[in-house]
């Protein structure tokens, strides 16, 4: 659709509207990653460490606030930083299972340094390419967004898009993922330099419980 991309080229060129439409997608995803440690304090109570979640859902809701206030896509680019950086340090609290095998320290990828970054990695690229395909159905363009920078090759628009998707769709499909040990330690391999890899039945048996999670019904 050419006019709609038409349309699309010219508005997301306007910083303002550009910048208004990628803090609410920021809002969102520092929203679903504070409802996510806010789940687990609820679900698991006796296995988690609950003031350090609620500290760290604290500054979270302190960072969504700061977003009201953003000017540039900079400054926002620096509350996200920030919201991610305190979100992923009590990642490893909400691993309930098999502690040894995936214990988290820091996000890491190009290559992933551990299995639940692995994971994480892969279950990213799939929610890129579920929004990108969205994106292209509709009629919009993914190599333009309001956010990412654009750059050869990269689907900016769907990057943006998943921001708020990431906790909900992904982070937390990670850690079901590993607490009902669906995947187990067979499922890596790592290599000489350390990249840890995902193998092909490993990655088989994410695909289809990503289907199968896409089918759920939710009601609210």
């Given at each position: ?142 190599y333009f967004g309001v956010y990412h920078v654009e750059r050869p090759g990269r689907p900016s628009l769907a990057l943006d898009l998943m921001e708020e998707l990431r906790p909900v769709m992904v982070d937390r499909f990670v850690l079901n ?44």
């Open positions: 659709n050419v006019i709609l991309r038409k349309n699309q080229y010219q508005k997301f060129s306007d910083d303002s509207y550009s910048l208004s439409i990628a803090k609410n997608m920021i809002r969102g995803k520092v929203y679903n990653s504070k409802w996510i440690l806010e789940r687990y304090t609820r679900d698991s109570p006796l296995r988690v460490n609950v003031e350090l979640l609620k500290e760290k859902s604290k500054l979270l809701s302190k960072d969504y606030i700061k977003i009201d206030s953003v000017n540039t896509a900079s400054q926002l680019l620096g509350i996200e930083g920030n919201a991610a950086q305190n979100y992923f340090s009590v990642y490893d609290n909400l691993i309930l299972n098999q502690k040894d095998i995936f214990k988290f320290n820091e996000r890491n990828r190009r290559p992933p340094l551990d299995p639940t970054n692995a994971l994480l990695s892969f279950c990213y690229s799939l929610l890129t390419s579920m929004c990108t395909s969205a994106l292209e159905c509709s009629g919009l363009d993914p993922l590993i607490n009902t040990r669906r995947i187990t330690k067979k499922d890596f391999i790592q290599k000489e330099n350390g990249a840890v890899l995902m193998t092909d039945s490993g990655r088989n048996t994410i695909i289809k419980a990503w289907q199968q999670k896409k089918k759920e019904v939710i009601k609210h």
